[in-house]
């Protein structure tokens, strides 16, 4: 148990690594295994989800679980449509981006347990206190997911350069594009466009990260109003304000949750479809 709120914030902010203890910021050994172990799970549920609505899809009356996911199948396919224009790219991206949509929103809802759920039941059932110290339960929280999967899509981006404008006529947009084609610009045309995918790729990884960090961070100091209820005398107005202000959040997050789940899809589809242009 933490002695103070810092205390207690910070033990929560930890991953369960395969090399307890390091503490480098950058540091490709360590491998944060819960968010693995979350991000595969998750993404596991999502790829059900989707399949068993396609499944048990039928050509009358939909269903609950039909009708959900034909509502996300054409809110992405709608997207899709206005950012993609080749339809033989569509056929691959469109289904991804479904994917990652699902796939992200539920990462995120990970937020809604609460943040003593794991330490203080989960754990404690099978007995492994003394081996897991940390555990964390939000994998868009971990900026090493999200950048990895805004790296998924700068690869993938590069993929639709060279099959839609060859190597040949991308590296003639790389050095031409966006000042002209003057020999004297073309390196400043090449490192522009290099600073553009890298701009392209960092926020729109550090953007999700940030935005579920934060909530996170906020849950956890709600959490500590109960710490004072129970550090303090006259603390017993806390308990009060700790439900309050957790419910309250918690709806405004469903916003937060959906939303960042939304744009990190429209992203996808938009920086895919600028890979498709040619200029």
């Not at 399949?51 to 396919?77: C, H, I, N």
Request: hydrophobic share 55%; aromatic share 14%.
């Amino acid at each position: 148990m933490a002695a103070t709120p810092s205390e207690y914030i910070k033990h929560h902010l930890q991953f369960l690594t395969n090399q307890e203890g390091a503490t480098r910021i950058i540091d490709f050994s360590v491998v944060n295994l819960d968010s693995i172990l979350w991000s595969v799970i998750l993404g596991a549920v999502a790829c059900f989800f989707l399949w068993y609505g396609a499944k048990k899809a039928t050509s009358g009356v939909p269903g609950r679980w039909q009708a959900a996911v034909e509502l996300l199948f054409e809110m992405v396919d709608s997207q899709a449509r206005m950012n993609i224009h080749n339809e033989k790219s569509r056929k691959l991206i469109a289904p991804l981006a479904l994917v990652v949509f699902v796939w992200v929103i539920l990462m995120n809802a990970m937020d809604f347990l609460p943040v003593d759920l794991f330490f203080g039941l989960i754990i404690p059932i099978f007995g492994l206190e003394n081996q897991i110290h940390y555990f964390r339960v939000v994998p868009t929280a971990d900026v090493s997911i999200t950048m990895g999967l805004s790296v998924s899509v700068l690869l993938l981006c590069l993929f639709y350069n060279v099959k839609i404008k060859g190597f040949g006529g991308w590296m003639h947009e790389m050095f031409t594009t966006p000042f002209g084609a003057h020999p004297v610009i073309m390196p400043l045309n090449f490192a522009f466009q290099l600073l553009e995918f890298v701009a392209k790729t960092l926020s729109h990884g550090v953007r999700l990260f940030g935005n579920m960090f934060a909530g996170e961070l906020v849950f956890l100091l709600i959490a500590m109003l109960g710490w004072g209820a129970a550090a303090s005398f006259s603390g017993f107005l806390l308990p009060i304000g700790q439900l309050i202000a957790g419910t309250v959040w918690a709806i405004f997050h469903i916003l937060i949750v959906a939303l960042q789940a939304f744009i990190f899809m429209t992203l996808t589809l938009v920086y895919l479809g600028q890979a498709h242009e040619t200029h």
